[in-house]
């Protein structure tokens, strides 16, 4: 089966998600710069999610470009993923609306630890159809950031019950860990 259908409907959800995470932003009414203090929360988890958006379609694109073709258990996979990165309108409005307080700032990390196992799980899907000689698996398999990063958010998770500021920097230090690019699987890709 083909690729093209998964790209383009993930595609369409990833731009969905990030179109209604700025629509939920609500402008300030006044002219004034006092009037964007109250909003500096909300602009905060914004700009947290769509860089985590962002990394998830930028690695989406680049682990189904090293795919030669997907099954039913890989569009589930997929399906899947999709289901939990459509949560972060909803997690990174809360979140920023309750300024950054315990129970939003943990929901916000159980989303996005369900999102890293969601694509970890979907690399996994990817890896069996194409069997344990192909790119795509060499290239997942050598890549350990999606446990490091399941690890970080579930210790993020905890040390919101500590502080919820401890738990939100570890979730900005998965998006850092993530938004340097991987030389590995560029450099493999490009060698295909």
Sequence with gaps: ?????L???????LAIVITIMVLEMKVPHGDSLDVLKPLFPIWISYILSFVNVGIYWNNHHHMLHAAKQVNG???WANTHLLFWLSMFPFVTGWMGENHFTKWPVIL????SLMCGIAYYLLALAL????????????TVLADKKGI???????????????????GFST???????????DKFIERSLNES
Excluded: Q
Excluded at 1 to 5: D, E, H, T
Excluded at 108 to 111: H, K
Excluded at 149 to 160: F, K, N, R
């Design 1 to 5: 089966m083909g690729k093209g259908r």
């Design 127 to 138: 890896c069996s159809v194409h069997g344990k000689d192909s790119l795509i698996t060499k």
């Design 73 to 75: 258990k890989v569009l």
């Design 148 to 166: 490091v990063s399941i690890v970080i958010y579930l210790a993020g998770i905890g040390l919101c019950f500590i502080n919820p500021w401890l």
């Design 171 to 181: 979730y900005v230090l998965v998006a850092i860990m993530w938004f340097m690019p």
């Design 108 to 111: 916000y990390g159980f989303i």
């Design 7 to 13: 790209e383009a409907f993930s595609d369409g959800v």
